[in-house]
């Protein structure tokens, strides 16, 4: 991968100079038309923005584009893999069988985070799922559906 390019969703992506100081938020959804990621509140607060970086979750509107450059986004849409081939990641299956969302503008940033957490953590404790989504807010209040998702995720994932 060349230096000025960022792999997005598994498919390289070129950063014009121009755009390296806007937010990588910014970029995924104005410049790339990936709007599955949120603006919600713009300081790194509330979570909707979270993306993976390298595999990590992050909050994409706390970082310039031009700090991604040479490395792996994932956002929303390629979770499952290649986006629009029809596949789900385990926490998008868990998520849709309990009816987990309300008004879902949280939703994808807490499948992210949740995702990022069931692959450095396979078998998570309540605590552990609380600890690693606190910085992800849900305005509805979905907690206990999200923490019951999490575990199913977790369960279909050990079954296979």
Same mark, same amino acid.
């Given at each position: 991968?060349?230096?000025?390019?960022?792999?997005?969703? =598994?498919?390289?992506?070129?950063?014009?100079?121009?755009?390296?100081?806007?937010?990588?938020?910014?970029?995924?959804?104005?410049?790339?038309?990936?709007?599955?990621?949120?603006?919600?509140?713009?300081?790194?607060?509330?979570?909707?923005?979270?993306?993976?970086?390298?595999?990590?979750?992050? !909050?994409?509107?706390?970082?310039?584009?031009?700090?991604?450059? =040479?490395?792996?986004?994932?956002?929303?849409?390629?979770?499952?893999?290649?986006? =629009?081939?029809?596949?789900?990641?385990?926490?998008?299956?868990?998520?849709?069988?309990?009816?987990?969302?309300?008004?879902?503008?949280?939703?994808?940033?807490?499948?992210?985070?949740?995702?990022?957490?069931?692959? =450095?953590?396979?078998?998570?404790?309540?605590?552990?799922?609380?600890?690693?989504?606190?910085?992800?807010?849900?305005?509805?209040?979905?907690?206990? !559906?999200?923490?019951?998702?999490?575990?199913?995720?977790?369960?279909?994932?050990?079954?296979?």
């Amino acid at each position: 991968m060349r230096a000025e390019e960022i792999e997005i969703n =598994g498919e390289r992506v070129t950063l014009p100079e121009e755009l390296d100081e806007v937010r990588l938020l910014d970029f995924l959804r104005d410049y790339l038309g990936l709007r599955g990621t949120k603006y919600g509140c713009g300081r790194g607060l509330c979570g909707a923005c979270t993306i993976h970086l390298d595999g990590a979750a992050i !909050r994409s509107c706390q970082i310039p584009a031009g700090a991604a450059l =040479g490395r792996r986004v994932t956002t929303i849409e390629g979770l499952a893999g290649s986006p =629009g081939d029809g596949h789900l990641h385990p926490v998008q299956k868990a998520w849709i069988a309990l009816a987990v969302p309300q008004c879902g503008y949280c939703q994808p940033g807490q499948i992210m985070s949740a995702a990022a957490l069931l692959a =450095g953590n396979p078998d998570p404790r309540d605590g552990e799922i609380r600890s690693a989504l606190s910085g992800n807010l849900c305005r509805c209040g979905t907690y206990p !559906r999200i923490r019951r998702a999490i575990r199913r995720a977790a369960e279909e994932a050990r079954r296979d």
